[in-house]
């Protein structure tokens, strides 16, 4: 995988979703992204999103969070991120919404 490609693997797991990202999250990558996010979310069970490959991730991509996590407010699935990259714990951070989106150091089970 080059590392300008993004992929997103979901895996169905009992305790929620896990929605796998890696690679580069921009506005080239954001339709998956955020389709991926949104299809996760409509069940009942959390959903974690692992951040540890993404390599880069723009405001575009931080948007597709924060969507996702006012849905979550709005009454679907619970969202999780779990292992944010160095690249994108700093985003988080710099842009001050680290203390909006819940994260999450291990997954249940």
Do not use: H, K
């Amino acid at each position: 995988m080059s590392e300008e490609q993004v992929q997103v693997q979901v895996t169905e797991r009992a305790d929620g979703v896990l929605v796998t990202v890696t690679g580069v999250v921009d506005a080239l990558s954001l339709a998956d992204v955020s389709r991926e996010l949104t299809d996760a979310q409509r069940g009942s069970r959390p959903v974690y999103v692992d951040l540890a490959g993404v390599t880069f991730m723009d405001s575009r991509g931080l948007g597709s969070l924060l969507a996702a996590n006012e849905r979550s407010r709005e009454g679907a699935a619970p969202l999780r991120i779990y292992r944010p990259s160095e690249p994108v714990r700093r985003l988080l951070e710099v842009s001050g919404v680290a203390p909006v989106l819940t994260e999450v150091s291990d997954l249940p089970g």
